[in-house]
């Protein structure tokens, strides 16, 4: 019997036409230094949903780009993988709500993950163990966030960071070999309390609403995303070169193998600062968040797809993907690249 191989065989994105500028943010407090903020995060503009528009929206309008540029993909999709923490409903599971708005077989099986910017690269991992354990073939990968909905206006700290946006992912089974290498993935709960929405769920159900400012300025409540960058950045510089080097391993590559690095793209900082720890020439580590923003789970497939219509990305490209963060949480995999993907 032949061995079922995996391969990431197209990608789509999505994202909305709203865009807040540094510009927009110096309006509206003219205190924030925007000047700083560009420096250290390289971000000068975010895209932001729509009042009404939701992840699943998102991620639907993702799948849908995918399926005109390839509609034979609608039919043959038989698992439906949906990654957000921003889902419409705490219940039903959204993924079975997206199977039906899109006219997948309801043969296929459908499942959320509730994972931030290391889940694209869990979402591949399971891809990769659903096809070559011969349960699957075809599987649909959704990831889209709405993180701006969680932002206090008044909190610096994370509106000038992230953005919303979604992209749609098909992994396939192939005949020759896997091009998805196995994952290194891990989590530190003991971080959890450094990026987090307090209020909302059965621990804390209500929230007070009532407004704090800390030492810096930035005014949220207990419903508004609470993120203490100091600490993401040091857990990522712990634990992400390890990681990498796992990877590495697990497709018997070196670093100076790869042809491209895609970190999630958190900020201009930690990208710049972990190419450099992993020793990846800076021209071969990708940065194209600077007019979207950190779009949490969707920012490492948005990164492949800018790289792809860069002409970056080219069959037999030996790429790294490594996400890492809301947890804590993260996971890095090596990818041999597609002759499908244009």
Known sequence: MAQNWSYISAISTYLPARSETNADLAAFAPTWNMDKVAEKTGILSRRKSDESETALDMACRAAEELFTEQPEYRESI?????????????????ACIIQDRLG???????????????????????????????????????????YTKLIHP?????????GDGAAATIVRSGSDRTSIY???LGSDGSGAHNLIVPAGGFRQRDATHEESTDESGNVRTDANLFMNGREILMFTLKRIPGSVAKALANANWSVDELDLLVL??????????LTQRLKVPADRSWNGMSEI??????????????????????PGSKVMLSGFGVGYSWGSLAVEWSPDIS
């Open 78 to 94: 038989d698992f439906l993988i949906f990654c957000t923490q921003t889902p419409d409903y705490i219940l039903p599971t959204s």
């Open 104 to 146: 997948i077989p309801s043969s296929a099986g459908t499942l959320d993950i509730n994972l931030g910017c290391s889940g694209y690269v869990y979402c591949l991992g399971l891809a990769k163990a659903l096809i070559e354990s011969g349960q699957r073939s075809t599987i649909l990968i959704l990831t889209a966030d709405t």
């Open 154 to 162: 008044l909190d610096r700290s994370v509106r000038s960071v992230f």
């Open 182 to 184: 196995s994952p290194d």
């Open 264 to 273: 999630h793209q958190a900020s201009k900082l930690v990208i710049d600062t």
């Open 293 to 314: 923003g950190n779009t949490v789970s969707a920012t490492i497939p948005i990164a492949l797809r800018q790289a792809i219509d860069a002409g970056v990305l080219k």
